[in-house]
């Protein structure tokens, strides 16, 4: 891996991977967290928008075409605390896909009919993630977990808000956090003149600087239970508990519980929940560690009446871990060593992982992910398991 920084600020980041293809990724450092009340989803809106048109490509067709029709693909997404556009190519047509991203970034014309536009696709969508369960029940956990940190908001923000974003309130927050020093460029492919070509394009101006704001959620006092009823067959059930941020050395240790718990079917929560007693299709763990927040949390699908079983069940084997073996912690190493390489195979998926360590401190990370993996003990799991699992936050989204 390389790395440079533009004098505006830019940072590019280069990893050689050989093949046909190329991905060029720009993350900026802004997400839904950043967001005053008044601004609840302009950073999901703002994703949608810089698709839409440009002084040299001015509608969303042309966009599209430009990289359709050389078999390449694109898309962005919208985090608690990132936003990430990228184009995978033939790695010939690199200087087109940068010429395609630079030229959103720095010329769109955020025209009232594209705004009014995307405003009403980004409101569809928020009604699928609502209307569906085994999306909206993690949207109802992280709005009851987090009380003090903004990642208790939904990325795709206020419904209201949205409505009602002018065109000079969206310009002033994409003027704000869409600066070089607040980005980073990732090039994952075999471009021997990735440095020239990053220089040619991205020559924005650097703007001011920013100061990333920090926010803490304080410690769990005591459990907390929140039910909705819905009209639906199944009842969708999560508990989970407050944690760390991924930089902490306890997310490591987490990582391998949610080995040992979580993994494919052979995680100790699919064996006794649906292995053993086909209480529920769907159940499994989930570990979730950013730049500014963590948590992990067991969920399952199931049938209403059998909510007190599996919440007795997933509360067993939590405290199971106090017996984990050095055999049970070696599986779950080499599930996550595997689970994690062959995932980063894949160019996008390396693309993303190498800008997600480099927002949480330095890209370079990404090669030690799997060394801090293998230090685990099992005395490091019953030491986390005993820390951090205790009074949960529980949802229940119940069925009929």
């Given at each position: 891996?390389?790395?440079?920084i ?15 293809a ?11 967290n ?29 966009i ?8 390449g ?5 919208t ?36 705004i ?13 993630v ?7 029940q ?15 908001y ?10 009602n974003?002018?065109r ?26 990735w ?7 991205f ?73 053993k ?63 994690y ?60």
């Amino acid at each position: 891996m390389q790395k440079i920084i533009l004098p505006n600020g830019l940072t590019v980041i280069y990893e050689r991977q050989q093949g046909n293809a190329a991905i060029i990724q720009l993350m900026v450092k802004v997400g839904s967290n950043h967001e005053s009340p008044k601004e609840r989803g302009i950073s999901h809106l703002l994703e949608h928008l810089l698709f839409e048109g440009t002084k040299k490509r001015p509608d969303n067709q042309i966009i599209s075409n430009e990289i359709e029709k050389l078999g390449g693909d694109f898309n962005a997404y919208t985090t608690n605390e990132r936003t990430s556009y990228y184009v995978k190519v033939l790695k010939k047509h690199t200087p087109k896909a940068m010429d395609i991203l630079q030229d959103i970034f720095q010329n769109s014309l955020f025209k009232p009919e594209h705004i009014a536009k995307e405003k009403t696709i980004v409101l569809k969508e928020t009604d699928l993630v609502n209307d569906e369960p085994s999306y909206y029940q993690w949207l109802l956990f992280q709005k009851t977990m987090f009380k003090s940190h903004p990642a208790g908001y939904p990325t795709y923000g206020d419904k209201k808000v949205v409505k009602n974003l002018s065109r000079e309130e969206i310009l002033a927050y994409f003027n704000n956090w869409y600066i070089p020093k607040n980005m980073v460029l990732c090039i994952v492919g075999d471009i021997p003149n990735w440095k020239s070509l990053a220089q040619k394009y991205f020559t924005f101006s650097p703007g001011k600087s920013i100061q990333q704001p920090k926010w803490k959620e304080p410690v769990k006092r005591k459990a907390v239970l929140k039910t909705e009823k819905r009209k639906t067959v199944n009842t969708y059930l999560i508990q989970g508990y407050l944690s760390v941020p991924q930089n902490h050395s306890d997310a490591y240790v987490l990582e391998v519980i949610h080995g040992i718990l979580g993994r494919g079917q052979s995680g100790r929560m699919f064996t006794e929940i649906r292995g053993k007693r086909a209480l529920a299709y769907d159940v499994g763990t989930q570990h979730v560690a950013e730049r500014t927040f963590g948590y992990f949390a067991v969920y399952a699908t199931i049938a209403k009446n059998n909510l007190s079983l599996v919440r007795k069940l997933m509360n067993k084997e939590l405290t199971k871990l106090q017996e984990v073996t050095l055999q049970d912690v070696k599986e779950s190493q080499t599930f996550l060593e595997g689970n994690y390489l062959l995932e980063l195979e894949d160019g996008q998926k390396r693309a993303d992982q190498l800008l997600f360590w480099e927002q949480i401190k330095e890209a370079n990370l990404l090669n030690n992910y799997v060394k801090k993996v293998k230090k685990v003990t099992p005395a490091d799991v019953k030491r986390i398991a005993k820390k951090y699992f205790k009074n949960p936050t529980t949802i229940v989204v119940a069925g009929k």
